[in-house]
């Protein structure tokens, strides 16, 4: 008799998941995803952090960083240096750097200081902004635990430095939000900035089971060139139900939106519906974001 070979198993598990998410249950459950990322973009905004917007303000925007521990399964590793030149340019020009989600890759990591021991200049970096009040954060699916203020509080407000051997203050007080919306004081007209997972099931109602899925399993096979299905940026129907879902609530209440969630990066020609996305960082050779200067995305 034959024996099945190892990989066979492996790839008909990771076909049977995939079919889970996409043609089963994830199906039904994500027929209403419209109904409910208005609701949940209408939560966001009323709950938002308000910051004023004038001719003069300079704002950037990234998402989708992913800051990992520096392996091989760390996907931000291959453009740090990119990232981290754009923001010292960003710093020395008086930039206020808006993080949109997804900065720390919390989902494949569970310890906050493997990925600032890993990338401790770029946060350190960011410190710099936080420390001079132009630095905000918003949370996203893969850093959603930043939502509970007794773990910014453990991570985020200070370090253990091993050069000095002592602890240091990181970002000291900070408050994480789910979004931010920017009000151009001489307009009136608003910008709503969130992620982009609101009323995306796996990644929003069920977070922590796709991040126990992304954790100890997706994690590991997506190296091998399988894909993760809950990920849009991995699914383009996925994807693409989202961008529609995001510029129905746009023509129902008028109002610009700046997100991330997609990993596809997107500024609409004139006319179009002002949905605008900053990309990732993720990219294979480069980073996208979005910059505000003189009144201008």
Not at 7 to 26: D, H, M, S
Not at 99 to 110: I, N
């Amino acid at each position: 008799m034959n024996c099945i070979r190892l990989p066979f198993v492996i790839k008909a598990l990771a076909n049977a998941v995939f079919l889970f998410f996409t043609e089963g249950i994830g199906y039904i459950l994500i027929r209403g995803g419209s109904m409910k990322t208005k609701t949940r973009l209408t939560q966001a905004y009323e709950s938002a952090k308000r910051i004023s917007l004038n001719a003069d303000s300079k704002f950037v925007f990234f998402s989708d960083i992913h800051r990992g521990d520096n392996s091989i399964s760390d996907e931000f590793a291959h453009n740090q240096n990119i990232y981290f030149h754009a923001l010292q340019d960003y710093f020395a020009k008086g930039y206020t750097y808006i993080e949109v989600g997804d900065g720390d890759e919390l989902w494949e990591h569970s310890k906050f200081r493997d990925l600032r021991g890993a990338h401790g200049d770029v946060y350190q970096l960011i410190s710099n902004f936080y420390k001079e009040g132009r630095f905000h954060m918003i949370f996203g699916n893969h850093n959603m635990e930043l939502k509970y203020k007794h773990l910014v509080e453990r991570n985020l407000f200070r370090f253990f430095d091993e050069f000095l051997d002592q602890e240091d203050e990181l970002f000291p007080g900070i408050e994480v939000y789910e979004a931010i919306v920017l009000e151009d004081t001489e307009t009136g007209q608003d910008i709503l900035v969130v992620h982009g997972h609101q009323g995306d099931f796996f990644n929003d109602q069920l977070w922590w089971l796709t991040r126990f899925f992304h954790r100890y399993f997706w994690r590991y096979f997506h190296l091998i060139g399988f894909r993760n299905p809950a990920s849009p940026a991995k699914n383009r129907i996925k994807r693409h139900k989202i961008e529609k879902n995001f510029t129905k609530w746009i023509e129902i209440n008028q109002r610009m939106i700046i997100a991330g969630h997609t990993h596809r990066p997107k500024c609409p020609p004139a006319g179009d519906l002002p949905y605008f996305n900053t990309g990732c960082c993720i990219h294979p050779r480069n980073i996208t974001g979005l910059e505000i200067v003189e009144g201008s995305i």
